[in-house]
């Protein structure tokens, strides 16, 4: 067929990857309803759905207003809330958004081997969100976690003070991937950096994988994320050694995404440190579209655009020590848009999500 053994070999792994992921979403999805598609069973046996032409009456629940002679009319289901437990607000924030990315934090279940008392942890408390109406206490969640960072840390962590998320974010997702086989795949980018030399045109290349990559802010998500692939120059003190000149020389930097996985995960640099103060950045970021292209580039020979859409933000108002965060998720039983602020869950409409508060963006794979 023409194609060279690079690309075959890269074809042929991302297939299995494909295998692998795709027998774990049908495992997933095991207890869901969408399964069980009871009308259709029901004209397979031949079995007619009684009909009654006498009025119904309209049940309320939850202050909505249900017709019962609707077959296949969408009820909002509910959606829980996370209690606060003083200072908290980051951490209840991170459980929505995992919650809105399945194929990822409950991956451990699926697979044999040992299972973390975090992957529990998370796993409990997210069981219960389609579940529960009254707002769940993440005092188990919260305990593990400390526990968890404080050891990685070597000092005491208090789940109490204010923390920042992405860093927060991070020391979960390390544990969740250090107890699967897979999530690796699902959550990890790896990017190649390609510094040039303008004298010489010598290149050296670096590969690093990322679980959070840190956009710098624009107008856009859009905008930031191709500021992010841009080439970019650095010259003088900026520049970098190279090795064919021996010297600092000018350089030119290219950053490519050379595999990704299902699940993307956006930092939006808001603070930045100017001789040690630390300020701000509260320009208003647009979200046209839920959908993001990706061009991944495979053995430097084909380029695959990979479509992502759009799950969940969490936003922060505040400064750095003292804020407070909230998150935005998509809930794609309502196909509608969800702000989990602690103890109140609301719907909001699409255009919410443009603001100058967003901090930490969610997309999974089209």
């Known amino acids: 067929m023409g194609i060279d053994k690079s690309l075959l070999r890269s074809t042929i792994i991302t297939l299995r990857k494909i295998s692998i992921e795709s027998s774990f979403y049908i495992w997933l999805s095991r207890d869901s309803k969408v399964w069980n598609a009871p009308n259709l069973q029901s004209e397979s046996n031949n079995q007619k759905i009684p009909t ?3 009025k119904k009456s309209r049940p309320v629940e939850n202050n909505i207003d249900i017709d019962c002679t609707v077959q296949r009319e969408k009820v909002i289901e509910r959606h829980a809330s996370f209690i606060n437990k003083g200072n908290t607000c980051y951490a209840n924030s991170i459980l929505q958004i995992l919650s809105t990315i399945p194929s990822f934090w409950c991956q451990g279940s699926s697979e044999s081997g040992p299972i973390s008392p975090l992957a529990k942890a998370i ?32 000092r005491p962590f208090n789940v109490n003070s204010q923390q920042d998320v992405p860093e927060i974010l991070q020391f979960i997702l390390d544990e969740l991937k250090g107890t699967s086989i ?27 994988k990322h ?54 995960i956006f930092h939006l640099i808001r603070y930045l440190d100017f001789n040690g103060k630390i300020s701000k950045d509260n320009r208003k970021v647009n979200i046209f579209s839920e959908n993001l292209t990706v061009p991944v580039k495979v053995d430097d020979v ?11 933000t969490i936003n922060h108002s505040g400064t750095l020590n003292a804020g407070h965060y909230w998150a935005f998720i998509k809930d794609r039983a309502t196909d509608s848009w969800l702000k989990c602020n602690d103890q109140s869950v609301l719907k909001v409409s699409f255009s919410d999500l443009s603001n100058d508060t967003s901090y930490i963006l969610v997309h999974a794979s089209c």
């Open 302 to 312: 084909v380029t695959l655009n990979k479509s992502f859409k759009l799950r969940a």
């Open 123 to 154: 796993s409990l408390n997210l069981s219960l969100l389609k579940k529960r109406s009254s707002a769940i206490d993440p005092s188990n969640f919260l305990i593990v976690l400390q526990n968890l960072i404080s050891k990685k840390t070597n």
């Open 52 to 54: 009654n032409n006498k």
């Open 182 to 208: 897979i999530a690796d795949n699902i959550i990890s980018t790896s990017l190649i950096s390609t510094e040039t030399c303008v004298v010489c045109f010598t290149e050296s290349k670096e590969e690093t």
């Open 211 to 264: 679980d959070i990559i840190r956009l710098d802010l624009s107008n856009s998500i859009r905008s930031s994320f191709e500021i992010f692939l841009s080439s970019k120059n650095f010259i003088g003190e900026n520049g970098s050694f190279c090795n064919m000149c021996s010297t600092l020389q000018d350089s030119e930097r290219t950053i490519r995404i050379s595999n990704c996985g299902s699940i993307l």
